[in-house]
Structure formats: structure tokens, C-alpha cells
């Protein structure tokens, strides 16, 4: 039986944290292990944490500072031990008992490559009912993955040959650890594998971090915050972290689309191509508008 860790981040989450360990430690036909890594909560969910884990031998947790989920999870990565799997798990959802034997399922035999799996999201409200299933949508390569994420982190299952990889190299600007390490599998040649079937019920509710209830006006804050408050160039930042981490395993295609993310601002031929190039594009018009717009006038 494969052995499997969960990596589980934990914030303020008394309310629902019971239900999702349970539907965790429920999962068919694996051998669950749960590492739990919590950010610094003030409510009582190390207390509910601490009383699961008495009696269950595969649950082992620590307390953190609150650095964030993106950072939380890197360092559960960091800490996580000699398994077959990983998967990454929200503290709010609950999974049904098929979920992670069907990743498992699609990842076998792809052990002697870095191989990622993420899944659809069957997207639920507070009381687990259904308000609608989202399929896994995007432009499914290293390009269209830099312009925009199509990974959600808590469908992801990846193997021990991409968990190393990972743990290889901290990245010290970061989105989110699911963007991050989709990115990092493509930038290597790594498998990613995409099912359009869910096995999660993704809880939204009013104190989710980020989700599909996140409006316009909440996104608009944000790009419109690392756009022209930060001053960063977010798809630069991350060519030069992919770079300066894995310069020696990019494939040729990932080095040429990094060199030029990294050379257009001042380089009108890397700007060009970055324009031209036909894989540079999401299935979404307005999404490709604003890149052509963000490379265009050097904010991509």
C-alpha cells in the first residue's frame, strides 16, 4: 500500500477542523500519515488538533509563527519526510474517501520523473452544499501557467521525485505554494497531470483566505497592489526565482521563456517575442489583453 503524507496548514480553523482530519484519516486503500503545521492560531484549534491526535499515531503537528499559507506549507514541504506521496490539505474542506487513491492512481508510473496531480473542485458553501463543480481551466504548459495559476493547492498530489525537488531550493518571493510549485514541475519538464473529476468538497465561507467566492473588486485590489504599489514584476520575480533555484534542470523551451521574462523590460526583441510567441495565452480573452498590456508597458 502506497504511504502517503498529508501536509495540512492550520489558522484559526476550530470550526471545521474536526470534520476535514476525520474525512483525512478516512481516505481508501492508502497508508495516511498527517503532518500538521499550525500558523499561529488564537482560537482553539491546536486544543481540537491535540485531542485528535492522542489517539491517532499517524497525526504528528507543530506550532508556528504566522508567516502566511504560502510560507506555511513551503515549511511543511521542508519538514516532511521519506514517503511514496504528498498532498496538500485545507483546513475547512472535506474529501471523499476516493480522493487521494485516484490521484495516486493517475501518478503511478511516472515515479522516475517530477509528476504533480490536481483535480477539479466541487465547490461547496458552509453547510457542504453544492454551488457548483470548476473544472480545471487554463493553458496547460510552463507559458500559460506563468500568465495565470489554474492550480488550486488543496487538490494537489505530487510524488517524492518532485517533493525533492522542491525541498532543493526556497524561493525568497513566492505568490502561493500551489502557483509556485506548478510552475517549478512545468520549468523542469515535470508531468502535470489534470483531472477533471473532484473529490473535494472546497468549503467557501466568510474567512476564507482566498476562494472561489474572492470578487472582482478583491482581485482588482490585489493585481492593482502588485501592479503599481509594490513596484515588483511579478512574472519577473518568478523567472529570476526559477532561475537562480533550477538553473540546471530547465528544459530549453522554460530557459528561453525565463530569459526573455527576465531581458524585456529593456530588451525590445525579448519583448517581441514575449508578444508573439503563440503559447503565451490563458483560454481567456480579457486575461490575455491585460498580459499583452502588462509586457507592453513592463509590468508583467
Known amino acids: 500500500m502506497n504511504k502517503i503524507q498529508v501536509l495540512l496548514s492550520t489558522y ?67 519538514k516532511s519526510g521519506d514517503f511514496d506521496y504528498y498532498a496538500f490539505a485545507d483546513q475547512d474542506d472535506v474529501w471523499q474517501p476516493e480522493k487521494l487513491i485516484s490521484a495516486i492512481n493517475k501518478l503511478h508510473g511516472k515515479e522516475t520523473q517530477p509528476s504533480l496531480y490536481l483535480s477539479a473542485l466541487n465547490i461547496v458553501d458552509e453547510n457542504l452544499n453544492t454551488i457548483k463543480t470548476q473544472p480545471v481551466t487554463g493553458n496547460f504548459c510552463f507559458e500559460g501557467e506563468i500568465i495565470k495559476n489554474f492550480a488550486t493547492g488543496c487538490t494537489q498530489v505530487f510524488n517524492k521525485n518532485l517533493c525533492d525537488k522542491i525541498k532543493s531550493y526556497t524561493p525568497d518571493y513566492i505568490i502561493m505554494h500551489d502557483s509556485w510549485i506548478t510552475r517549478l514541475c512545468y520549468a523542469i519538464g515535470g508531468n502535470v497531470i489534470i483531472d477533471n473529476n473532484s473529490y473535494i468538497k472546497y468549503r467557501q465561507h466568510e474567512n476564507n483566505v482566498l476562494g472561489y467566492k474572492d470578487n472582482g473588486l478583491q482581485k482588482f485590489k490585489r493585481q492593482f497592489k502588485i501592479a503599481f504599489i509594490d513596484k515588483v514584476r511579478m512574472r519577473v520575480s518568478i523567472a529570476q526565482e526559477l532561475k537562480k533555484g533550477y538553473e540546471k534542470d530547465l528544459t530549453e523551451n522554460s530557459r528561453k521563456v525565463i530569459e526573455a521574462l527576465l531581458a524585456y ?25 491585460k498580459m499583452k498590456l502588462s509586457i507592453i508597458f513592463n509590468k508583467f
Open 12 to 78: 484559526n480553523g476550530e470550526k471545521y477542523i474536526k470534520e476535514q482530519i476525520q474525512s483525512i484519516l478516512q481516505q481508501r486503500d492508502v497508508d495516511i500519515f498527517l503532518l500538521i503545521r499550525d500558523d499561529g492560531s488564537t482560537d482553539k484549534t491546536v486544543d481540537i488538533i491535540q485531542d485528535i491526535a492522542k489517539s491517532h499515531s499517524n497525526i504528528n503537528y507543530y506550532q508556528g509563527e504566522n508567516i502566511g499559507p504560502a510560507r506555511s506549507f513551503l515549511d511543511l514541504i521542508n
Open 265 to 289: 523590460p529593456k530588451d525590445k526583441e525579448a519583448k517581441k517575442w514575449l508578444l508573439k510567441n503563440k503559447n503565451f495565452k490563458t483560454d481567456n480573452y480579457n486575461t490575455n489583453f
